[in-house]
Every structure is written in C-alpha cells, then in structure tokens.
C-alpha cells in the first residue's frame, strides 16, 4: 500500500476548516501511513478543530486583506514575501505529493511556493461565488474542486470539477447508518435545532430568543438546542432562563451528527458547510444568510438549496421575531412538507467528494487509482 504526504492549507473559519479535515481523515482512511501537514492561521477554532488529529501542524506570518483599512492591507501586503518563504521552507522539509487550499489568506503564499516546487496544486471552493484568494488562485492552480457549480465562469472551466463539498467521515458515518432518531425517546416534542456557524451568529441569536419566546405564549414548546458561538452563550441561556424556556444553550457542537440526526428542523446560517450536512443528513431547514458575506455568498448559496424545494430563505433585514416565530410552527406543524423538504436536500447530497478529490489531486501526480 502506497502512502503520500498532503499539505492541506488554509483555515480561519471553519467552512474552510472543515472541509480540509473531511480530505484529511478521508487520504488517511485510504491510504495508512500516509502523512498531513496543517499550514493555518493558528485560530483558536483550528486549535480545537485538530486536537487529537495525527496531523502536522504550522502557521504562517499573514492576515486578510479584505475588511480592514487602506493602512492594515498595506502592511498585510508587506508580510505576503514573509508567509511565502516560510511557505517555502516548509513544503521542502515535507516535500508533498499535493497542496490543497481550503480558503482564506493563507493558502495564497503555500500555493504559490508549491507552483515554484512544481508540487501539484489545488483549491476547492466551497461557496457559490469564490473569495478574493480563491479567485486569484484559480488562474494557475492545477485544478479547482468545486462545491456548487461556477454559475458565473470564475475559474477556467477545463480546470474546475464539480465534486461538491468535503464532510468528516464520522458524519458520514453516522448518515449512513442513521434510523429513526426519535425512536424511543420520552420527550416527543418536535426537536429544533439551532446554528450560527461555527463563530456564532448575534443577530440570529437574538431574533430565536424572542421567537420562542412569542411560541411559548402561544402553546409551542419545541425541544431546543442552541449553538450561539462562544461571545454569545451566557446572554443566550440567561434569556432563554428569564423566559422560562428550557433550551440546551452551546457555544460549540462537538457531535455534529448526533445533533442533525436528533433535529426535525433546523434554523441556521447558509454557510458552505452547513448545506453540505443538511443534505446529508437530508434536514428541513429555515435559512437566514450572513447579511455582510463576501459578495453576498451565503444568500447565492441558500437559494440553490431553495430552488431545489429542499430549505426555506429569509433574509435578515426583512426578519422579526413575529415571522421568526411564524415559520417555525408551520414548519413543525407540518410533518409532511418537513419529509418533502428532507427528500429534496438528500437528492443534493454529494457523500464522495473528500475521495473525489484525492482521486482527481492525486492523479495529478501520477497516481491513477485511490481504490
């Protein structure tokens, strides 16, 4: 059995830390003995996400341009040489049979040092519409894996491959063998789940404290469990106490799966990711974009999954508590269009594609199967 090392690059959030992960498990599954570096920005959210992973681990000298004032992109400008030679230095000591970024400013420098080492180099892009790294990227990479189709033509189209977006193999897992997840439980209530992304999301926060709240004095008392980010926990279970609703308040989900398998619905953010294990798991869900993504992606994103009849969108301007409230009980009262719902987001479902793209990265390389 062949073994390779894989650099996986980039990081910050974890729809970019995730997918990587998934590519990661997915190349030690297959091939034992096989070796990952993870080169990130040394976030807190990766330190969590890869303790306990048998992967390398380094972080570059860097930070985003997007965002920030004329003299902060001067400097991020300024530390671009500094990221790349350490880039350099590290891909010569590992010596990769392929580089993958992931998104974000720090694939930038690593995939640059690998097109000079003339290491095989690839991105995936996860959102609808791609990052300003990613864009630049795509111009002369080897291949750009795709997670929803280049609707606008971004990258060269004889370069781009629609695989779909990377999922941890214990998701995977968990979805395949899943059953009836309320079989057996003493609470029947309808389960709501609640996301915000992997940092949280304040706004939606606030708007699903004061919609149960406005269910609960109508009769409608869901099982809830809230993942608020880690700003927004203590404020979030403090209002949900003050109102006398009993709500399992988190900053962080470590056990993703069992969560989507306990959900009957989900209300959440639209990020890549997110969709990726709403199809999987095949869930209802009432989706509400990040307002200020990058060239509105999370919206372009959620109405793939609404055209397919498989979500529910509403946007964040336009949402009150009222409509919050709203959407919720007719979504939970309606067994029958959460199941139709369901049957639409499992048909968008794209289990392979962490395998798709060590098969296609790898053959880059010179390697024609990954059986």
Same mark, same amino acid.
């Given at each position: 059995m062949r073994a390779f090392r894989l650099v996986i690059t980039g990081g910050g959030t974890g729809g970019h830390l995730f997918p990587g992960i998934a590519v990661a498990d997915e190349l030690l599954a297959r091939y034992p003995g096989s070796e990952v570096l993870f080169i990130g920005t040394g976030r807190d959210i990766e330190r969590r996400a890869l303790t306990?992973? =048998?992967?390398?681990?380094?972080?570059?000298?860097? !930070? /985003?341009?997007? /965002?920030? !004032?004329?003299?902060?992109?001067?400097?991020? &400008?300024?530390?671009? =040489?500094?990221?790349?030679?350490q880039a350099l230095g590290l891909l010569r000591e590992f010596k990769p049979h392929l580089v993958l970024g992931v998104g974000g400013y720090v694939t930038g420098p690593v995939l640059l040092a690998a097109r000079m080492l003339r290491v095989p180099a690839c991105i995936h892009e996860q959102n609808s519409v791609p990052g300003l790294t990613n864009r630049l990227l795509g111009r002369f990479v080897h291949r750009v894996f795709l997670a929803l189709p280049d609707q606008r033509g971004h990258f060269p189209a004889a370069r781009a491959s629609l695989v779909g977006n990377p999922l941890r193999r214990e998701l995977? #897992? +968990?979805? @395949?063998?899943?059953? *009836?997840? /309320?079989?057996?439980? @003493?609470?029947?209530?309808?389960?709501?789940?609640?996301? /915000?992304? !992997? &940092?949280?999301?304040?706004?939606?926060? &606030?708007?699903?404290?004061?919609?149960?709240?406005?269910? +609960?004095?109508?009769?409608i008392? =869901?099982?809830?469990?809230?993942?608020?980010?880690?700003? *927004?926990? #203590?404020?979030v279970a403090e209002r949900y106490r003050q109102a006398g609703i009993e709500a399992q308040v988190e900053d962080f989900v470590d056990d993703m799966a069992a969560a989507y398998l306990a959900a009957d619905l989900v209300v959440s953010r639209a990020g890549a990711t997110t969709l990726a294990e709403l199809?999987?798991?095949?869930?209802? !869900?009432? &989706?509400?974009?990040?307002?200020? #993504? +990058? *060239?509105?992606?999370?919206?372009?994103?959620? @109405?793939?999954?609404?055209?397919?009849? +498989? #979500?529910?969108l509403r946007l964040e301007k336009d949402l009150s508590p009222r409509e919050l409230a709203g959407q919720i009980r007719e979504l939970l009262a309606d067994s029958t269009l959460r199941e139709e719902m369901a049957r639409q987001a499992r048909a968008l479902a794209r289990p392979q594609a962490a395998a798709e793209i060590i098969a296609q990265g790898l053959a880059l390389g010179g390697v024609k199967s990954v059986s």
């Amino acid at each position: 059995m062949r073994a390779f090392r894989l650099v996986i690059t980039g990081g910050g959030t974890g729809g970019h830390l995730f997918p990587g992960i998934a590519v990661a498990d997915e190349l030690l599954a297959r091939y034992p003995g096989s070796e990952v570096l993870f080169i990130g920005t040394g976030r807190d959210i990766e330190r969590r996400a890869l303790t306990g992973k =048998p992967y390398r681990q380094a972080t570059l000298t860097g !930070s /985003g341009l997007k /965002g920030i !004032s004329w003299p902060g992109r001067l400097a991020s &400008l300024a530390r671009i =040489p500094v990221g790349f030679w350490q880039a350099l230095g590290l891909l010569r000591e590992f010596k990769p049979h392929l580089v993958l970024g992931v998104g974000g400013y720090v694939t930038g420098p690593v995939l640059l040092a690998a097109r000079m080492l003339r290491v095989p180099a690839c991105i995936h892009e996860q959102n609808s519409v791609p990052g300003l790294t990613n864009r630049l990227l795509g111009r002369f990479v080897h291949r750009v894996f795709l997670a929803l189709p280049d609707q606008r033509g971004h990258f060269p189209a004889a370069r781009a491959s629609l695989v779909g977006n990377p999922l941890r193999r214990e998701l995977l #897992a +968990a979805a @395949e063998s899943a059953g *009836d997840a /309320g079989g057996g439980r @003493e609470d029947q209530r309808p389960r709501l789940l609640v996301l /915000g992304g !992997s &940092l949280g999301a304040h706004r939606v926060n &606030l708007l699903m404290v004061e919609a149960a709240t406005l269910l +609960a004095a109508q009769g409608i008392h =869901p099982a809830i469990r809230h993942q608020t980010g880690r700003q *927004d926990r #203590a404020m979030v279970a403090e209002r949900y106490r003050q109102a006398g609703i009993e709500a399992q308040v988190e900053d962080f989900v470590d056990d993703m799966a069992a969560a989507y398998l306990a959900a009957d619905l989900v209300v959440s953010r639209a990020g890549a990711t997110t969709l990726a294990e709403l199809a999987l798991f095949g869930k209802a !869900s009432l &989706l509400i974009p990040y307002p200020y #993504a +990058a *060239d509105d992606h999370q919206r372009l994103n959620a @109405e793939i999954m609404v055209g397919q009849g +498989a #979500a529910r969108l509403r946007l964040e301007k336009d949402l009150s508590p009222r409509e919050l409230a709203g959407q919720i009980r007719e979504l939970l009262a309606d067994s029958t269009l959460r199941e139709e719902m369901a049957r639409q987001a499992r048909a968008l479902a794209r289990p392979q594609a962490a395998a798709e793209i060590i098969a296609q990265g790898l053959a880059l390389g010179g390697v024609k199967s990954v059986s």
